[in-house]
C-alpha cells in the first residue's frame, strides 16, 4: 500500500490493514518452513486476539 493511500484510511482501516499485513507475513514464514503449523496456528491466534480481529479472521 502506498504512502497516499495509506494517509486516507481511518484508524480502523489502519489497524485492519496491519493485521492482514501480519497474517501475510506469517503464511510467508510457514510456507517457507521457518515456523511449524503449531507455531503459526498459536501466532496467528494470538495477534488476532490481541488486535481483536477474531470477526475478521472467521471469514
Not at 9 to 15: A, D, G, H
Amino acid at each position: 500500500m502506498e504512502q497516499a493511500e495509506w494517509e486516507h484510511l481511518s484508524p480502523e482501516q489502519k489497524k485492519i490493514q496491519l493485521y492482514l499485513e501480519q497474517k501475510e507475513t506469517l503464511e510467508a514464514f510457514l510456507e517457507r518452513g521457518a515456523i511449524s503449523k503449531a507455531q503459526y496456528d498459536k501466532s496467528l491466534g494470538d495477534l488476532t486476539l490481541k488486535m481483536g480481529m477474531t470477526g475478521l479472521a472467521e471469514q
